[in-house]
């Protein structure tokens, strides 16, 4: 297992917590595009350079990769989205779509709209009820295969995805609408199911909820939502896949402006972002 930080001095190759400079035409784009992923990170780590302190200031280990993201994976989410749409008719097709053979899965973010590790995501400033999503995220190459994972917050508007299925767009897909990092993870093996992935949110400095799921829960096999997504899209630099969230906030809750998200994945680390 390496694990990959994105730095603003560029890339650095992590192993047993000894951080090295990747070599000079070593990049994302790269390791995305290889048709062996690990082998090529193995390679780039063997011809890496001396060690260097870890890094204080982190970027989203993201180049030219899209982000997409699936949905109701969780009997939690599936729940919660019946709910929020229930004048909408959520009981109907949210049932259906937990159940079927084929997920959902929806565009989610570009890097311009990612937010890095301890910048802003952010809550539209036209809804009224806002929830992060923390999500095991995959990294898929060039061909589909999963590689590596790290953590993604899947932002969300809940008041206006709820008001019409129509709307899911503008509801995940804005500036600030999602986070990824701090690192990726590069591996041949997947997390285990009981795996867990927290969240806690603070306001002011105090918790204000805190929840905890395990990657088990996930409804689907996991190379199945990658191979779903690769049907009928190519992607020449590779994609993230966000696979759905297990935590969902009280109905009472939403964000504020000045929040912090934390989202942690052992052993991705720590993902956190202050709310704008």
């Given at each position: 297992m390496i694990r990959l930080h994105a730095t603003p001095g560029g890339l650095l190759l992590e192993q047993q917590d000894v951080f090295r400079p990747a070599p000079g035409d070593f990049s994302l784009d790269g390791l995305f595009r290889s048709a062996d992923p690990v082998a090529l990170a193995q390679a780039a780590l063997a011809a890496?350079?001396?060690?260097?302190?870890?890094?204080?200031?982190?970027?989203?280990?993201?180049q030219s990769q899209e982000i997409w993201a699936a949905g109701v994976t969780y009997l939690r989410s599936k729940s919660a989205r019946i709910a929020e749409s229930r004048d909408a008719g959520g009981g109907t097709f949210y049932?259906?779509?937990?159940?079927?053979?084929?997920?959902?899965?929806?565009?989610?973010?570009?890097p311009h709209r990612t937010a890095a590790p301890d910048a802003p995501v952010r809550i539209r400033a036209d809804a009224r009820w806002s929830v992060p999503e923390p999500e095991l995220t995959l990294a898929l190459n060039a061909d589909g295969r999963i590689f590596g994972y790290t953590i993604g917050n899947d932002m969300s508007s809940r008041d206006i995805e709820g008001e019409n299925p129509l709307y899911l767009p503008q509801a995940k897909v804005y500036d600030g609408c999602a986070a990824l990092g701090p690192c990726l993870v590069v591996t041949?093996?997947?997390?285990?199911?009981?795996?867990?992935?927290?969240?806690?949110?603070?306001?002011?400095g105090q918790t204000v909820f805190t929840g905890e799921t395990q990657i088990g829960r996930i409804r689907r096999p996991l190379p199945s939502l990658a191979d779903w997504l690769f049907r009928e899209n190519h992607f020449p630099a590779g994609a993230y896949l966000m696979t759905g969230t297990g935590i969902v906030p009280p109905d009472a809750f939403t964000l504020h402006?000045?929040?912090e998200v934390r989202i942690s994945l052992p052993p991705v680390g720590t993902l956190r972002n202050p709310v704008a």
């Open positions: 890496a350079g001396t060690p260097v302190p870890a890094p204080t200031h982190r970027l989203a280990p993201l049932d259906k779509v937990y159940d079927a053979d084929r997920p959902e899965l929806f565009f989610k973010a570009t041949a093996d997947l997390p285990g199911p009981d795996t867990p992935i927290r969240l806690e949110i603070l306001r002011a402006s000045g929040d």
